[in-house]
């Protein structure tokens, strides 16, 4: 029995798990380690005796690209703070990059609320290369009676949106900026401008380039008409020049209601009321006489006389007030 309990005991031991033996890493691992450790303590020894002259290295940096100021912006302290703290004669600055990875393309509307408020960066000029070619609409208001948009945004942001179709400007006082959007934007089918405070010729030469427009609404607008282009308003002549004869090959609607109007003819006429409504009539009259076929709806300040004879001479046009 007592031969028994020793065999037990032996089988026991022999069974029992050994611990596993320490890991230890592959000579080559070590070895590169220490190579490397090696290599950046040169580097940053190297690094730290370099002392040029400053204007050396601002002669250097001038002739590096982008890539090449990221990459020696790192090599030393030096370095860091000429390319980065704006050094007195160093005129080659790192810019910081928007890369989009096409994460934007998905947006279809884009809305600057208030863009007085917004602080325009002369250098909004260098996204010129970025295309939203999602975005087909945009907002755009303030709510400052004196401030416009800055004339780098109004330059750029028709370089950034090819695809937009729709354009509404709220109070804004820049008269500009549509010309820019319709010569930029050739699939602009919509304009909305509601502002007492925007100048628009009356024949439509701010949006002459949009040969794909079908929708204009400016209420509360101001149209100027220059004494050259007197002939909008003659009934009896010239029948292709007419109120937005300028961009009208596609309008399907319009809204120009409660406009204010701004006669730019000699002997003041712009004080003769009674001379000042005639003209007016006469100016929407021919507009409707003479639109193109598309058009189906038309709101304005047409009398009620009017439209009941407009209605009989084009009664595919829906006229309202």
């Given at each position: 029995m007592r031969r028994a309990n020793t065999n037990n005991k032996n089988n026991n031991n022999r069974t029992r798990k050994r611990p596993p033996p320490p890991f230890l890493p592959p000579p080559s691992i070590i070895g590169d380690d220490i190579i490397a450790g090696r290599t950046r303590r040169q580097k940053r020894a190297i690094a730290s005796k370099w002392d040029l002259q400053t204007p050396i290295i601002i002669e250097i940096i001038s002739w590096l690209d982008q890539e090449s100021l990221m990459n020696m912006n790192v090599v030393s302290k030096q370095l860091y703070d000429i390319i980065t703290t704006n050094e007195p004669g160093n005129k080659n600055e790192i810019h910081p990059i928007f890369e989009t990875k096409n994460k934007l393309q998905r947006y279809q509307i884009m809305r600057f609320k208030d863009i007085s408020k917004f602080k325009c960066d002369k250098k909004i000029g260098m996204v010129k290369n970025i295309q939203m070619?999602?975005?087909?609409?945009?907002?755009?208001?303030?709510?400052?009676?004196?401030?416009?948009?800055?004339?780098?945004?109004a330059f750029d942001l028709p370089d950034i949106l090819p695809k937009l179709q729709e354009l509404d400007l709220d109070n804004i006082a820049d008269c500009f900026i549509l010309k820019h959007f319709s010569r930029k934007c050739p699939l602009l089918e919509k304009v909305t401008s509601y502002s007492n405070r925007n100048h628009y010729h009356a024949c439509g030469f701010e949006m002459q380039a949009s040969k794909n427009l079908k929708e204009i609404y400016m209420n509360n607008s101001i149209f100027s008409v220059w004494v050259n282009n007197r002939k909008i308003s003659d009934l009896n002549n010239d029948p292709d020049i007419f109120m937005f004869h300028n961009c009208c090959k596609a309008l399907e609607r319009v809204s120009i209601r409660y406009m204010n109007w701004k006669f730019y003819f000699p002997n003041d006429f712009d004080d003769n009321k009674v001379q000042k409504l005639i003209l007016i009539q006469?100016?929407?009259?021919?507009?409707?006489?003479?639109?193109?076929?598309?058009?189906?709806?038309?709101?304005?300040?047409?009398?009620?006389?009017?439209m009941t004879m407009l209605r009989m001479e084009r009664p595919g046009i829906e006229l309202l007030r």
């Open positions: 070619n999602g975005i087909t609409s945009l907002y755009l208001s303030t709510s400052s009676k004196s401030s416009t948009i800055g004339a780098s945004l006469n100016i929407l009259i021919k507009f409707v006489l003479n639109a193109p076929p598309t058009l189906h709806w038309f709101r304005s300040d047409l009398t009620p006389d009017n």
